[in-house]
């Protein structure tokens, strides 16, 4: 994986890297990616039900289990050994609103907040696009609540266009997601 210099960064800060995660990565990915949902979606949502969300979708046994499973590619961002983002890729059936060839779920895709607006997600993104294509796919499509409209304005910044709608459970409530997708052939 590239070695990436953020943009503005200051001349003594580290550069941001990304790698594909291992087993190892699975604890501090739990941290990050509990910590980076919270944050992104508990406040405005019943914290009961973000609380089962929590518990059902992250922990170290839980993401063990994706980055040992061949189906999930994950990639982590760190600047200087410390998560800043993570993005990732997920074999699995395809909603019948995606039908450009050969698709690929681009499941999860967080940069930290004191990241956002400085690059990191438009850099993170290339990389899931560039593996993506790298693993022979041809279409990267994603679910994104449809109340979250810094994410669907930064997809559609990356080529993504609307194709559908899917529920969504969060813990027991029914929520809905907008379904993009973009073809990644070169
Ligand atoms: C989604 C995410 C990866 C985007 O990264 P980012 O660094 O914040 O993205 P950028 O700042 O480059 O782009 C965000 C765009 O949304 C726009 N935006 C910000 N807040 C907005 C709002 N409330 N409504 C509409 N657009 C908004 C910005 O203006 C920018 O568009 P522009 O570049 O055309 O001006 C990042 O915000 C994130 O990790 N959020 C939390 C997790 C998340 O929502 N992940 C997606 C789950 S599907």
Same mark, same amino acid.
Request: overall charge negative.
């Given at each position: ?19 594909? #995660? ?26 009961? +039900? ?15 289990? +994706? ?78 609540? +449809?109340?979250?409209?810094? #994410? ?33 052939? +070169?």
């Amino acid at each position: 994986m590239p070695v990436l210099a953020m943009p503005q960064r200051s001349a003594d800060s580290p550069p941001i890297s990304i790698r594909r #995660g291992t087993p190892a990565d699975a604890a501090a990915l739990a941290e990050f990616a509990a910590r980076t949902f919270q944050e992104s979606f508990g406040v405005m949502n019943d914290p009961v +039900e973000v609380a089962a969300y929590l518990r059902h979708a992250y922990g170290p046994a839980q993401q063990e289990a +994706e980055l040992r499973d061949p189906d999930h590619v994950t990639l982590l961002a760190e600047r200087d050994g410390e998560l800043a983002g993570y993005a990732q890729l997920r074999r699995f059936p395809t909603p019948p609103c995606v039908t450009g060839p050969h698709a690929v779920e681009l499941r999860r895709f967080y940069v930290d907040a004191p990241f956002h607006g400085r690059g990191l997600a438009q850099q993170l993104m290339a990389e899931a696009v560039s593996t993506a294509r790298g693993m022979g796919f041809a279409t990267l499509w994603l679910a994104v609540w +449809e109340h979250n409209p810094r #994410g669907i304005a930064f997809y559609r910044n990356s080529g993504f266009t609307d194709v559908g709608w899917q529920p969504f459970l969060l813990g027991a409530e029914v929520q809905t997601d907008r379904v993009m997708a973009r073809a990644i052939q +070169e």
